[in-house]
């Protein structure tokens, strides 16, 4: 990974943008996809979109989702102290002592959120253990507030929190950081789009990259999204468990690693034609991939993705992840590497006027 895609990843990571407050991190991705697309360009609800070769048939689709999980103001006590909603799937009992970052009307406010000592918890709960944490509960906010006037000075109910955490580089061509779910997906599609440009081969499609809002409550943002750009088919960029670590278990979740490559899907949503082709390019281009079952469905875009319109065409690329949903959300940088490689080969692939469908 050259020093600016690797500055663009920085860049990402450390924009917030929990679901439905996306602006931030979508005006960032646009501000380095311009560099390389022949247009961009966002929709009423802060969709983004690149576009490389607009008359270019077929025409592809690269997903991935800007959101990031976080929390949402939902109650000022009198002592200033802020009680909190999750945006997406926060476990609350990662939480207690975290960094956070209050996106509030007047600004950014740096403030944790609460935690009670162990000295504490027995006498707290009549000599038994503290209760987990629970949202509604014991989860709260501390801003340094020292009542609820002034607190709502700087904050108010509806504010969006996001913990406070950015890219750390740990050994092996790992990483770690907030929000790698899944800034690595929005990463890859503007990747994959200027390698492809940049290659010097012959383009027949048209790409369409897409910076989707609102994956983290309901993969929202992608179906707008693919109904606007109305492509002949579609790949969505996610992350997925990578189970290499103690607490992982393999019979239940598959057999994913962190270094072995990009996950490829298999499932009711992912497009058996479309699956055949990236496999074929893979073995081309001697890029590994790892295999993910999704039978029901993907828990990505792609869910909402393959039903628009008359039916898209979709296959998810993923990227294996340990400690999803948290600040230290882990994955390795080279496997990053092989999907926007993987991307801009499937895209340059494609034969003039080419579609994918099921043989019946």
């Known amino acids: 990974m050259d020093q600016s895609s690797r500055d663009f990843l920085t860049a990402l990571v450390n924009s917030y943008g929990p679901s439905g407050f996306e602006a931030p991190v979508v005006r960032t991705w646009l501000d380095y996809a311009k560099q390389f697309a022949d247009e ?21 689709m690269l997903d991935g989702h800007a959101d990031e999980i976080g929390l949402m103001v939902s109650y000022i006590d009198d002592d200033g102290f802020l009680w909190v909603s999750t945006i997406g799937g926060y476990d609350a009992k990662i939480l207690p002592s975290m960094r956070v970052r209050v996106l509030g009307q007047g600004g950014e406010l740096p403030g944790l959120i609460g935690s009670l000592p162990p000295h504490l918890q027995r006498e707290a709960q ?6 987990r944490y629970q949202f509604g509960v014991n989860v709260y906010v501390d801003i340094g507030a020292r009542s609820k006037a002034e607190a709502q000075k700087h904050v108010r109910v509806g504010d969006p929190i996001v913990l406070d955490y ?32 940049q290659s010097g081969k012959k383009l027949n499609a048209r790409i369409t990259a897409v910076a989707a809002v609102q994956e983290e409550v309901g993969c929202l943002g992608a179906g707008m999204a693919a109904y606007e750009a109305d492509p002949d088919c579609a790949i969505a960029v996610d992350v997925t468990q990578s189970v290499d670590h103690p607490q992982a278990e393999k019979k239940r979740w598959g057999d994913m690693r962190v270094g072995n490559g990009p996950v490829l899907a298999h499932g009711s949503a992912c497009h058996p034609e479309l699956n055949r082709r990236i496999e074929e390019v893979a073995r081309k281009a001697r890029i590994g991939l790892q295999h993910e079952a999704a039978p ?4 990505t875009d ?19 992840q340990r400690y999803m949903h948290s600040p230290a959300e882990t994955v390795h940088l080279g496997d990053l590497d092989r999907i926007a490689d993987l991307l801009s080969a499937v895209c340059l692939s494609l034969k003039q006027g080419e579609r994918f469908m099921v043989k019946v």
């Open 166 to 197: 950015g890219l750390d580089e740990l050994q092996n061509g790992l990483v770690c950081g907030r929000a790698l779910d899944n800034r690595i997906g929005i990463w890859s599609g503007i990747e994959a789009l200027r390698r492809a440009k």
């Open 126 to 131: 009549g000599g038994q253990e503290l209760k």
């Open 40 to 60: 961009v360009y966002t929709d009423a609800y802060g969709n983004g979109f690149a576009v490389l070769n607009p008359k270019g048939d077929p025409h592809i």
């Open 302 to 320: 792609a869910d909402s993705i393959f039903v628009t319109r008359s039916g898209i065409p979709t296959a998810v690329v993923s990227l294996p």
């Open 296 to 299: 029901r469905y993907t828990g």
